[in-house]
């Protein structure tokens, strides 16, 4: 858990409860330094108590909006928070960051299932 990211969160307006909760649980979820995280879907809809996977689809893309989170990976599998200077500098080279975080990205180890 990145506390950074997590007091990063609590400081955004988000004009929504809902997401403001989804932002606190990817923050609570990201790792350090960079506030990358890689949610569950499932998880995080039961974890905020949201009924629809079109409603999480529906906040996370109004979070992305706002610039609270940066989709690296489709279908928000690979996230961002840009909570300081070194999560905003890989958010803006998905390239790096998918380098970076190779091992982490579902699709990558589905590929090489031996990781």
């Known amino acids: 858990m990145s506390m950074q990211a997590l007091q990063w969160a609590h400081e955004q307006k988000v004009g929504h409860p809902e997401a ?3 932002l606190i649980l990817l923050a609570a979820a990201s790792g350090w330094p960079e506030a990358a995280c890689f ?4 998880k995080l809809a039961e974890q905020a108590e949201i009924r629809s996977a ?3 689809r529906f ?5 992305k909006q706002q610039g609270l989170v940066v989709e690296i990976e489709p279908d928000f599998g690979f996230l961002i928070l840009p909570s300081d200077e070194d999560s ?3 958010a803006a080279d998905p ?3 998918r ?3 190779a091992d982490y990205l579902p699709s990558r180890r589905q ?3 031996q990781k």
């Open 59 to 63: 906040i996370l893309s109004r979070l």
């Open 95 to 97: 390239d790096r960051a």
């Open 54 to 56: 079109y409603e999480l």
């Open 99 to 101: 380098r970076e975080f």
């Open 20 to 22: 403001k909760l989804v």
């Open 88 to 90: 905003r500098a890989l």
């Open 111 to 113: 590929m090489n299932p």
């Open 39 to 42: 949610p569950d879907l499932g």
